[in-house]
């Protein structure tokens, strides 16, 4: 959201008056938007690919629970979003001095322009998380498109577990192959390629603690190398980017699945109750920040000032701080009315078509 604020208000770096070092490192830290979603790749492979495991070699997997858990987790925040979505570009395409941002592509994030994707069919096609299979990104709302990403990957994950799975038996396995060939070729190379980084979050959670770490000093020194290979690697992506975009991506989160694994294993209990109050409370409203910030985004660019880019002195990144803060707010109180639900819903759903058996794949 903070790169978004950056790169809609404010010059590019080739455009800045002044170039010093404290700029430098202002515009290198917003600019790390899309290598986040790589850590969030392998974050999710780790969360939701942990339980998968856990429960398929428990024998306790259940398609249906585990799909009323991922799509009121989904759904219960993307319909709206796309609702929001609709209402904020619908204002904006009927603004003069913001059309140019609607009806024009914004070269920075998307083309086609946001009126050719503001359809009934790219609506549903999101809706449906077939955006970058077989549908654009709905309007303005660029960030989707790693959403399909994501709800495909919850699918093929389970499917091979259960490909692998002995207790299945021969017929259904083989069911299983099929269903897995048809989904890769279905979602096409370039989500099929991204797979990889999901499943090296999800395999670092199985991993066993290598003898080199079992030594309870060699966890800080272990950390610090791999928190420092991680921080080099995304210094290497913005200072000398990779001409293959994907190559860079992998490089992001293999380095970041090194720093996971040592965490994973040198993680204590006793963390402070500030930081764990403060964590609950923003990773209650980040799906929901993640799914509604652009389409507003976009409107205050056109309505604030459509005429040109801010440069970033203290008056201007006073007011970028301002926007940044509203969209929190805005992010935060649409949850309350949607992602804060989650738990009522999903149990409401759970107890209703599944009864008597037991949560499983959270």
Not at 54 to 78: A, E, I
Not at 122 to 151: C, D, H, K, M, T
Not at 213 to 239: D, M, Q
Request: a positive charge; hydrophobic letters at 55%; proline letters at 5%.
């Amino acid at each position: 959201m903070v790169g978004h604020v950056r790169g809609l208000f404010f010059v590019d770096f080739p455009f800045l008056a002044n170039k010093s070092l404290p700029y430098l490192v202002l515009y290198a830290v917003t600019g790390f938007g899309h290598q986040a979603v790589m850590i969030f790749f392998v974050l999710s492979g780790y969360f939701i690919g942990t339980s998968v495991i856990d429960s398929v070699s428990g024998q306790r997997w259940s398609w249906r629970v585990y799909l009323v858990n991922r799509l009121t987790r989904l759904q219960l925040v993307l319909l709206p979003a796309l609702v929001l979505g609709a209402i904020w570009d619908q204002i904006g395409m009927r603004i003069p001095q913001a059309a140019s941002f609607y009806y024009g592509g914004l070269y920075k994030y998307y083309v086609p322009s946001v009126a050719l994707r503001s359809t009934v069919p790219a609506f549903l096609g999101n809706l449906f998380f077939l955006q970058r299979v077989i549908s654009p990104v709905f309007g303005s709302n660029g960030p989707l498109w790693s959403l399909s990403y994501e709800f495909w990957y919850y699918i093929l994950f389970p499917a091979l577990i259960l490909a692998a799975a002995s207790w299945m038996g021969v017929r259904n396995r083989f069911l299983y192959v099929g269903l897995i060939v048809f989904l890769f070729w279905f979602i096409g190379p370039q989500i099929s390629l991204y797979f990889l980084i999901w499943i090296a979050g999800a395999l670092v959670g199985h991993l066993r603690r290598a003898a080199w770490l079992r030594p309870s000093r060699a966890l800080v020194p272990a950390a610090t190398a791999t928190a420092l290979l991680f921080a080099l690697a995304l210094a290497w992506n913005r200072v000398r980017p990779i001409s293959l975009e994907a190559l860079g991506d992998f490089v992001i989160g293999l380095c970041f699945v090194l720093w996971l694994y040592v965490m994973i294993h040198g993680s204590r209990e006793d963390v402070s109750p500030a930081y764990a109050k403060s964590a609950k409370a923003l990773s209650g409203f980040s799906y929901t920040l993640y799914l509604t910030h652009f389409p507003a985004l976009l409107l205050l660019r056109g309505v604030l000032d459509p005429q040109g880019d801010w440069q970033p002195d203290l008056y201007h990144l006073f007011y970028g701080l301002a926007i940044a803060i509203l969209m929190l707010a805005y992010a935060y109180v649409v949850a309350e009315f949607t992602e804060a639900r989650t738990a009522i819903a999903r149990r409401r759903l759970l107890q209703s078509w599944v009864p008597r058996v037991k949560e499983v794949a959270r």
